[in-house]
């Protein structure tokens, strides 16, 4: 896994690099546009002589620069459409609102923002709104097709058929501060604009650079047009490499996808390379009456040297962490979670917290690492196999707490992986006094309380707790069981959920949670 480390470290650096700051230059322009005071026959270079509508934008050439801005708290309809805009890496295109509060753009059955062929252009601080998912829309809110080096920045995007932001190929994309809702098939989409395949099975022909950070993706229920595939997903990227989603929250999705089969997930990827998801929260996911999945994360079909880490699932219907792979899909391979925490999920589909899944026709998944997440589940299992081939998994310094009658931890075909120094128990075994579930899969198991500090009710999970000082639960209380049990593990990423240091001079402690004890 050395490669795999060393590419985390590349994206990150990368990505942190990867910013765009707006000066205006001396041959730049700032325009103004006011949907009530504003005239298209006006200059539009000061708030005094805006433009009126959104078409006279359009009919603008802008240069390297140059800012348009839409009067704060006022409602534009129609939708704002430009092609080859080009600014520099000093000097980018931005659209924004000036005034109070944010432009409004109402582009009722139709795309509110489309960029095509654009190169260091910027979103910010601007509100899209479609008609509804159920009412006649037929697009995407924000979309940015074959557009480079651009970003999209605290806007607001519901009422979509399809997705509220929406990119398709490019590269350099950052999408930060941003909210999605309501919308059909998905909340924040990014995806390559070709998903070829090359010779060893692997996409090829992929979108490069992108980050997601610190938003929201939330109530995207299902999109009724699309009846042969999933719907309802969160946070959904496919055919990228190099890509980062940190501190994004995912919640409630997926409950109205029109179709019985697979189904949506809260935050996840595919057929994607070098892939980083971390420190988000994936909650109260759901999926149809008879479609599966509806989980908090998964890396899906073709995925490679990607990593699951620092992250947060929970009461979501499928599990909490999928690790899929479906017939016609890329090379699997060489995969890590490390970290993770799973707290009730899998309450309709898989019952667990992390479930393996191999479509029998697909390419064999290999190469799979999980250490040091902490998986409590109330439905059934820790980890749950489905049907299909598999080699090189290994699961170590995991707890597993199930807190219901189970005849097993485990589930399912299970029997090509490996398991080392995890801590297994069942709440529902102690507090009736009856004897342990054995564990002869792993010889160095243990079977002991591990002494966690455990939500009271459901509802102290109900808001993000990213976002709060810390988190209050899962970490270990003295006497645990797990403490200095773990097995020493070399390109650890350096610090646990809760961004403790790991120290490499001593065994790690058993589960997500590395710090001091209560």
Not at 195 to 201: A, H, I, L, R, V
Request: net charge neutral; aromatic share 12%; hydrophobic share 35%.
């Amino acid at each position: 896994m050395n490669r795999t480390a060393t590419l985390l470290i590349s994206i990150l650096l990368l990505l942190s690099e990867c910013k765009f700051e707006f000066n205006k230059g001396k041959n730049s322009f700032q325009y103004y546009v006011d949907s009530q005071t504003g005239n298209d026959r006006f200059s539009g270079t000061s708030p005094a002589k805006a433009w009126k509508t959104l078409q006279r934008i359009s009919q603008q050439k802008l240069n390297s620069g140059d800012q348009i801005y839409l009067s704060g708290n006022s409602h534009f309809s129609g939708s704002l459409k430009l092609v080859n805009i080009e600014g520099t890496k000093e000097l980018p295109v931005v659209i924004s609102s000036y005034g109070q509060g944010k432009a409004i753009i109402e582009s009722g059955d139709s795309v509110a923002i489309n960029a095509r062929d654009c190169k260091y252009f910027k979103i910010k601080n601007i509100r899209v709104s479609g008609s509804g998912r159920l009412k006649g829309n037929t697009a995407n809110g924000i979309e940015l097709v074959n557009c480079s080096f651009s970003e999209i920045d605290s806007v607001t995007a519901s009422g979509f058929l399809y997705s509220g932001i929406k990119i398709t190929g490019g590269s350099d994309i950052r999408i930060t501060h941003s909210i999605a809702f309501d919308n059909g098939f998905c909340g924040i989409n990014v995806e390559s604009d070709a998903k070829e395949q090359g010779s060893d099975g692997s996409a090829y022909k992929t979108m490069k650079r992108l980050y997601v950070g610190y938003c929201i993706a939330g109530n995207n229920p299902g999109c009724p047009a699309i009846k042969d595939n999933h719907s309802g997903n969160g946070i959904l990227i496919g055919g990228v490499t190099n890509g980062l989603i940190e501190y994004c929250e995912a919640m409630n999705n997926g409950w109205d996808m029109p179709r019985e089969g697979n189904g949506p997930v809260g935050i996840w990827a595919y057929m994607s390379d070098s892939i980083i998801i971390q420190h988000c929260y994936s909650h109260h996911n759901k999926t149809s009456p008879k479609g599966k999945d509806g989980g908090g994360f998964d890396f899906d079909g073709g995925m490679r040297y990607s990593v699951m880490q620092y992250n947060l699932s929970a009461f979501n219907e499928g599990a909490g962490y999928g690790i899929f792979q479906y017939a016609g899909a890329g090379g699997w391979n060489n995969n890590i979670a490390r970290y993770n925490i799973s707290y009730n999920d899998g309450s309709k589909n898989g019952q667990c917290g992390i479930l393996v899944w191999c479509d029998p026709a697909a390419v064999p998944m290999t190469g799979f690492h999980a250490y040091n997440n902490t998986i409590v589940n109330n439905f059934r299992y820790g980890i749950n196999f489905e049907p299909g081939a598999y080699k090189g998994f290994l699961f170590e310094n995991n707890i597993i707490q199930v807190t219901v009658a189970t005849d097993k931890f485990i589930g399912g075909n299970f029997s090509l992986a490996a398991f080392d120094k995890n801590l297994y128990w069942c709440e529902y075994n102690a507090i009736r006094r009856l004897p342990q579930l054995k564990v002869v899969l792993d010889k160095d198991a243990l079977n002991a309380d591990p002494k966690m500090e455990l939500p009271a009710s459901d509802s102290l999970l109900t808001e993000n707790p990213l976002y709060t000082p810390g988190l209050t639960y899962f970490n270990l209380l003295n006497g645990s069981a797990c403490i200095n049990a773990g097995k020493r593990i070399t390109d650890n990423g350096g610090y646990d959920f809760w961004k403790n240091s790991l120290l490499q001079e001593t065994d790690p402690n058993i589960g997500a949670w590395q710090g001091n004890y209560k």
